[in-house]
């Protein structure tokens, strides 16, 4: 099993950038999953981000198709969201998602807040 872990959230200006990244504890590859990034703002639901597919495709949600790249390190078995000119509206809470078959797995999430 997985249990992944985000980091590299913090408090940021608008116009900044920040790079999360998204690993197994025990240091499993995520080569074979599909790793998506998700943000849960309070109030809100949870939505897509981006996501990676095991064969190296990406896809993004709207907002983030311009300013939010995903990317895979096999050798570090890392997943990054590589996010650059935030916006306040980019405040929430970001989480890693792993998939493969019937399998899901959630990581705890990472706190990204972008005020002046």
């Known amino acids: 099993q997985l249990h992944l872990v985000e980091s590299g959230g913090g408090l940021v200006q608008p116009g900044g950038s920040l790079r999360l990244s998204c690993a197994d504890s025990?240091?499993?590859?995520?080569?074979?999953?599909?790793v998506k990034w998700y943000r849960q703002s309070p109030g809100e639901q949870r939505e897509l981000v981006a996501g990676s597919g095991s064969g190296g495709s990406t896809d993004y949600a709207h907002f983030a198709r311009d300013r939010f790249t995903i990317s895979r390190d096999p050798a570090k078995k890392t997943v990054y969201l590589q996010m650059d000119n935030l916006k306040p509206e980019d405040t929430a809470t970001y989480y890693c998602?792993?998939?493969?078959?019937?399998?899901?797995?959630w990581g705890q999430g990472t706190q990204v807040t972008v005020s002046p």
């Open positions: 025990k240091a499993t590859s995520l080569s074979f999953y599909t």
């Open positions: 998602n792993a998939g493969l078959g019937g399998f899901t797995c």
